[in-house]
């Protein structure tokens, strides 16, 4: 650890006795990559991200006395980000202006044919098109797991349910993903 970090440990009780503007800057310092992590794979918009983010930490030092009940601040980090992502995200389906551009600076910066760029970014569209149309409670714990790199006991953890649930939610999102996206790849295929 470098000199003048705290670790999540010493984080915890440097909270209850800080004011509050140090409290969440260490809280900021400490995590903001997790936290953003987590909002930004639920509302995949980058502006969106930063206001969830910071709507995250605004809660945090809202609540920050129920510290001393918290055996992990990183879990109970990400189950704050993890519900105010959820209660943000949006309705339907959007066009994200993000993804554009994101797609639009692959095509200059990679130096991949304009066909394997248009193939690859299909296949991320259908995958990411599969993934949405999971049922929540498949969803949730793929996101989750998957795309933040989250224990099954993390996940367990920030959605509220137990290990098994997660283990056995996980195991029918993936085969469902798995069952769909073949299916789909043989009617590509066959026309």
Known sequence: MVAGQMSVSQAIPALRTET?????????????????????????????AEDATQET??????YRE?????REARNWLA???????????????????????????????TDASADQILLQSEMQKALHDLIAALPAKLRDPLVLSTLEELTPRDVAE?????????????????HLLRTRLTALLEGKHET
Do not use: C
Request: overall charge positive; cysteine-free.
């Open 20 to 48: 509050n503007d140090d409290a969440l800057e260490l809280m900021v310092r400490e995590h903001a990559r997790l936290v953003y992590r987590v909002v930004y794979s639920v509302l995949r918009n980058h502006h969106d």
């Open 57 to 62: 930490f605004l809660r945090v030092l809202r």
């Open 66 to 70: 129920k510290l001393d009940n918290v």
């Open 79 to 109: 189950r704050i980000a993890w519900r105010v992502a959820v209660g943000r995200r949006p309705r339907g389906d959007e066009v994200v202006l993000n993804e554009i551009s994101e797609a639009a600076a692959q095509v200059r910066t």
């Open 158 to 174: 920030v959605l509220g349910i137990n290990e098994a649930a997660v283990r056995s939610r996980l195991f029918r999102a993936r």
